[in-house]
């Protein structure tokens, strides 16, 4: 079976520190697809990155960087120089790559950005 | 503003009642997911609809049922609701139909916050 966890429950920093979210998964599947979304104090669900089993480059948007290692089984999201914009629960989810398929989401880490 | 619409944003109800919540997807898309974010159980998917179908179920109660409409909006049916139903309920929707093995992202709606009291 799937499995996502996100062993931190909740990270505070201050304005302008670096952070990194971990992310670690469980699948039997050869081709997955991992995801991570943020959810604002306003409750919607936004998605920030898509990254296949086969494609283990490390990607950065602007102060959004996501380190994923099949190694060991992670897929990191590193947010630099952070804002309190970032301040939001962050959710990495699973899906197998069969498409139609359903996203299996970690609990979720919540992030406080203090000014 | 991700495309896919959910009405009502709120609802209040009583134990024992029942509701529906809807979704429309966003335009193109044909598959309709339904989750449900609750403290205890998190983030769990309920079920998938594809062009009208039923594609896949997840964990989701007998009391809950949904349907796909010709014109590809959704709506979830909850019936006899009991407390523990609180939670928010959201959709997300993908193009599918694709039939390659890939997986399409999931854009979500803006969530239904159910309040069973």
């Known amino acids: 079976a799937q499995k996502v966890t996100q062993a931190q429950t909740e990270i505070s920093v201050v304005e302008k520190e670096d952070v990194t979210l971990d992310c670690v998964y469980e699948?039997?599947?050869?081709?997955?697809?991992l995801f991570w979304y943020k959810q604002p104090p306003s409750g919607e669900l936004v998605f920030l990155i898509r990254?296949?089993?086969?494609?283990?480059q490390n990607e950065i948007s602007g102060r959004y960087s996501w380190n994923f290692q099949k190694s060991t089984s992670s897929f990191n999201f590193t947010i630099t120089a952070s804002q309190v914009v970032d301040s939001a629960v962050y959710f990495c989810?699973?899906?197998?790559?069969?498409?139609?398929?359903?996203?299996?989401f970690g609990t979720g880490t919540r992030l406080l950005v203090s000014p | 503003d991700s495309g896919v619409t959910q009405t009502p944003k709120h609802l209040i109800t009583a134990t024992g009642q029942r509701v529906t919540l809807r979704c429309s997807p966003r335009?193109?898309?044909?598959?309709v997911y339904w989750y449900q974010q609750s403290l205890d159980q998190g983030l769990q998917f309920l079920i998938q609809?594809?062009?009208?179908?039923?594609?896949a179920k997840g964990n989701i109660l007998e009391r809950f049922s949904a349907q796909q409409f010709p014109d590809l909006h959704s709506e979830l049916n909850l019936s006899s609701l009991e407390l523990g139903d609180s939670a928010l309920y959201f959709c997300?929707?993908?193009?599918?139909?694709?039939?390659?093995?890939?997986?399409?992202?999931?854009?979500f709606g803006p969530g239904t916050r159910l309040t069973v009291l």
């Open positions: 997300a929707s993908t193009p599918g139909g694709r039939g390659s093995m890939s997986t399409d992202t999931q854009y």
């Open positions: 699948t039997r599947d050869t081709t997955y697809y």
């Open positions: 990254r296949n089993s086969f494609d283990e």
């Open positions: 989810a699973l899906s197998d790559g069969t498409g139609f398929q359903k996203l299996v």
């Open positions: 335009s193109g898309d044909l598959s």
């Open positions: 609809y594809y062009n009208g179908e039923e594609r």
